[in-house]
């Protein structure tokens, strides 16, 4: 009886560790956008739920950074809050003779931050451009009290900044405006400071005023809704996106399905994005 | 009465004591709302130079290699990148040491300079301002010394599949940069790209100084096509170069056919002229596949200089038997040999006297004009993220004109293929292992035989 218990112990142990062997976990690594850490970390974490082989791993580091690492190989996917740039491109076909695979996952409105006290309620594009830009230093010039301008930015590394500095800003940011990493750490920033201005993605805005936006002086000013963003009003609309260095197969397949699919989509408008369609 | 008192006493004392308490503890609300305002502005301070630190962005390379070689004879010397001393088949050195400073001065304004630190050798290989328009943020302007617009020139070394550019490139753009000034163009909203370069022309990759007045010009334009479903881009451009340069000592000219025309004088121009296609083909085909070529023709010249050598000699008797200047007749290959000899009387013991005559002989190599063609074809596959192999075949006819009556080792027409495989240890480190094939074609005459020159290498790059 002991020594049958003994080869039952044995034969359950080899049958254990030989079917492990075959229930390797795959690991998909995801780097990039700090606009995007929340929702891909959510993503990570209820599809690794639904499927115990997978490990997603998701850092940040700004969008810069994650199409660095998708270049030198060291991401699966990149995240970033802006399009791929022409230099980035050249690199990536030069080392894998690929033009790369852009999935748009997500719809964001670049929400421009203020303290809740502020008077000011609506911003036209080029006033919001000019503040940036150090053109306008008080908010008297916009119909605000009599006092000076404090700006709240990203770091160059960020999708943000590069697409808020091509489609708003258009020129350099003001020397004074003030870096901070992270959209959080700049709704933080705005919180505690009356006469201050940030920007970020519209998931983050808690405890802050939106600043409605409008294209100019004649137009109507939108604040940044799921309606406004779906239907392109929101003038400061951009797409959300996931870079890989060729057509994805395999697990990085079948988790990018997922998250186009009414599942994944749905953790966006959770999160405090959009969904891509 | 006493009560009260003591009690109006004690009211006294607890309000002095609160009033004492609070007084310190605003002191000690000032004393380190101060020291805060003073860290403040140390960091303030320390915020300002991390920003200008982050405008000084340096990166570089190493690559260290070994090289295998096949030699023809004890006296072969390799002619690629160094020169081999004799009956050496083998070698470790440094190919590249390069250190690139880039320093973003304002945003769109940049300077850059690159030195290269190989063996023996210390060279500057970039250095240039780069402006860069803030309005229409299409143009670009270089001016120092920079890549010629070529696509393997600009192609980095770090990034190259095969250790070495084509024999063609190599020919014509001797050191890859030029001193001059560069306009580019690169529209955001269209995928082409212009290039123009007006520089001096001269530049051979060991001797930069400007030789003359005459300036040459190049120019590029090169169009991306993207087919982004089906995971293809094709980028497809065309060439030139324009210029001219000035002669030195000989006023000789060597043609095409081989034969010898005068310029009238040694100081005349005489023009070098091309034009070039090229095409990249990137298919997101099993990882990766890229098909690069590029075909260059045209005329190109070569610079007849001075080959100068000395003997001494005693004799007895004094110079009056020594012709002071003897200059030969023009060979067959444009060249001729100017002969002087110069005597100084030495005293011997024994107040003897002999005479030492200095013979200086200079050959002055005729200039040389050769309708040239070459191209290049570039096969690189990925394998896997960490994997590629590549393969190259190109083609370099110096001269056009009947390969049987090619007498010179410069005028040799050479096929090579190169094949690597590339191991992408991490972002940093590759190894490149591969075996350089040149084929040179042959003749009934000087050129019986394939010239054993082929080449086995391994390269470990570090790059940061």
Redo the contacts between chains.
């Keep these: 009886m002991k020594r049958r218990n003994i080869y039952l112990a044995v034969a359950i142990l080899l049958f254990s560790v030989i079917s492990m062997s075959f229930m390797t976990t795959e690991k998909i690594t995801v780097k990039g956008s700090d606009t995007m850490v929340i929702l891909a970390q959510k993503w990570a974490e209820l599809y690794m739920k639904k499927n115990q082989g997978v490990s997603v791993q998701v850092t940040g580091g700004g969008s810069g950074v994650g199409i660095s690492a998708l270049i030198?190989?060291?991401t699966d996917i990149a995240n970033a809050s802006r399009t791929m740039k022409?230099s980035e491109l050249e690199k990536l076909?030069?080392?894998?003779?690929?033009?790369g695979?852009?999935i748009p996952c997500a719809k964001d409105g670049i929400t421009i931050f203020l303290h809740a006290t502020n008077p000011i309620n609506e911003l036209t594009l080029k006033q919001i451009g000019q503040i940036f830009s150090g053109k306008i230093t008080n908010w008297k010039e916009v119909g605000g009290s009599d006092t000076e301008i404090k700006l709240y930015g990203r770091e160059n590394s960020s999708g943000t900044y590069v697409f808020f500095k091509d489609n708003v800003v258009k020129?350099?940011y003001s020397p004074s405006c003030q870096t901070l990493p992270g959209t959080a750490a700049i709704v933080n920033a705005v919180k505690k400071d009356k006469y201050s201005i940030g920007y970020g993605g519209a998931a983050y805005a808690e405890g802050v005023k939106h600043c409605k936006v409008k294209k100019d002086d004649k137009s109507t000013a939108y604040e940044p809704s799921v309606e406004n963003i779906k239907t392109n009003n929101y003038p400061i609309t951009r797409y959300l996106y996931m870079y890989l260095?060729?057509?994805p197969t395999g697990a990085i397949k079948i988790y990018i399905d997922w998250i186009l699919s009414a599942e994944g989509q749905k953790v966006v408008t959770e999160v405090g994005y959009f969904p891509v369609k | 009465m006493k009560k009260v008192l003591f009690v109006l006493s004690l009211l006294i004392a607890t309000q002095l004591f609160s009033q004492t308490r609070v007084d310190s503890l605003k002191e000690s609300i000032d004393d380190h709302k101060m020291r805060l305002d003073a860290f403040d502005e140390r960091m303030a301070t320390i915020v300002s130079d991390v920003e200008k630190l982050t405008k000084i962005k340096i990166s570089g390379y190493l690559q260290s290699q070994f090289d295998y070689y096949d030699q023809q004879s004890a006296n072969y010397l390799k002619t690629a990148n160094s020169i081999i001393p004799t009956g050496i088949t083998n070698s470790f050195y440094i190919r590249r040491a390069r250190l690139k400073a880039t320093y973003e001065a304002?945003?769109g304004v940049k300077f850059v300079l690159q030195p290269d630190f190989s063996t023996g050798n210390i060279a500057l290989k970039d250095a240039y301002v780069v402006i860069n328009d803030?309005w229409l943020k299409t143009f670009s302007l270089y001016a120092g010394q920079f890549n010629r617009p070529n696509y393997e020139v600009e192609?980095s070394s770090s990034?190259r599949e095969v250790f070495e550019r084509s024999k063609v490139v190599k020919a014509l753009y001797p050191g890859e940069r030029e001193i001059g000034a560069k306009l580019e163009a690169?529209p955001t909203q269209f995928p082409l790209k212009v290039q123009l370069a007006f520089i001096n022309g001269n530049f051979t990759g060991t001797e930069a100084k400007d030789a003359d007045n005459a300036k040459d010009f190049m120019a590029r334009a090169v169009y991306s096509l993207?087919f982004?479903q089906q995971?293809?881009?094709i980028d497809f451009g065309a060439n030139g170069y324009l210029g001219q340069i000035r002669t030195k000592d000989s006023k000789y000219i060597q043609k095409s056919d081989l034969k010898i025309d005068s310029l009238g004088y040694a100081g005349k121009h005489i023009p070098k002229s091309w034009i070039g296609a090229e095409m990249?083909i990137?298919?997101?085909f099993l990882?990766?596949?890229?098909l690069k070529g590029e075909f260059i023709a045209g005329k190109n010249t070569t610079i007849g200089t001075n080959q100068t050598s000395t003997i001494t000699t005693k004799i007895d008797t004094s110079l009056t038997n020594y012709p002071s200047k003897i200059i030969s007749s023009v060979a067959a290959d444009g060249s001729f040999t100017t002969t002087t000899n110069t005597s100084s009387k030495v005293t011997m013991p024994g107040n003897n006297h002999l005479y030492e005559i200095t013979t200086t002989k200079t050959v002055t190599k005729a200039n040389l004009i050769r309708n040239f063609s070459g191209y290049y074809i570039y096969l690189?596959?990925?394998i896997g993220?960490?994997h590629q192999l590549a393969a190259r075949w190109d083609n370099y006819t110096p001269n056009n004109f009947d390969k049987d009556k090619i007498t010179s080792y410069s005028d040799l027409t050479f096929n090579t293929l190169t094949v690597a495989w590339n191991y992408?240890y991490?972002?940093n480190i590759r190894i490149t292992i591969g075996y350089e094939m040149p084929m040179n074609k042959t003749n009934n005459t000087t050129f019986k035989k394939d010239v054993i020159d082929n080449t086995f290498s391994v390269r470990l790059q570090a790059k940061f």
């Design positions: 030198n190989g060291s022409q076909k030069s080392r894998y003779g690929s033009l695979v852009e020129t350099d260095r060729n057509k | 304002t945003d803030r192609y990034s690169k993207k982004q995971g293809i881009g990249q990137y298919w997101d990882g990766g596949l890229a690189v596959k990925n993220k960490d992408f991490d972002e």
